[in-house]
């Protein structure tokens, strides 16, 4: 049981570390002028790879929330409220995508006001780093 687990905090911290590295080279002004491109093969890796995260995290907290016994208790840690708002804006993001598809754009930021708002969710993506702290020696009691 207990290797089972340590092997799924390992993996855990993977998808935490990946997805915060490709949060980090996201911002690389050179790295920024390839993903404005939907076409180019680096910004389809990033999206595959972002999907995976947000796969992985969602099938995670999904998971938690099926097996917890006590639903109230599950929604009173922080913890869990940090995973959530770490997976929404990839969520949001990918709605207002396929609804500036659907309008006929062909960037996935064009609709001006949206704009704001979305660079906004994708900073919450940052809040990933605090998911790390669960699985800190200093944080357990």
């Known amino acids: 049981w207990y290797q089972r687990r340590v092997r799924g905090a390992i993996v855990d911290l993977i998808a935490i570390s990946v997805a915060v590295l490709m949060f980090i080279v996201e911002t690389m002004p050179v790295v920024?002028?390839?993903l404005k491109n939907p076409n180019?093969?680096?910004a389809t890796c990033f999206?595959?790879?972002?999907?995976?995260c947000v796969a992985f995290f969602s099938i995670e907290l999904i998971g938690r929330l099926v097996c917890c016994p006590d639903k109230l208790a599950f929604c009173k840690v922080l913890m869990n409220w940090v995973d959530l708002?770490?997976?929404?804006?990839?969520?949001?993001q990918l709605a207002?995508?396929?609804t500036d598809?659907?309008?006929?754009?062909?960037?996935?930021?064009?609709?001006?006001?949206n704009t704001n708002a979305i660079v906004v969710l994708r900073?919450?993506?940052?809040?990933?780093?605090?998911?790390?702290?669960?699985?800190?020696?200093?944080?357990r009691t």
């Open 85 to 92: 708002v770490t997976i929404i804006p990839y969520f949001i």
């Open 123 to 139: 900073v919450l993506r940052v809040v990933r780093v605090l998911k790390l702290a669960k699985h800190s020696k200093g944080r």
């Open 96 to 98: 207002t995508a396929q």
């Open 32 to 34: 920024k002028v390839e």
């Open 47 to 52: 999206f595959v790879g972002e999907s995976a």
């Open 40 to 42: 180019n093969i680096l």
């Open 101 to 113: 598809v659907d309008s006929g754009s062909h960037t996935v930021n064009s609709g001006g006001h």
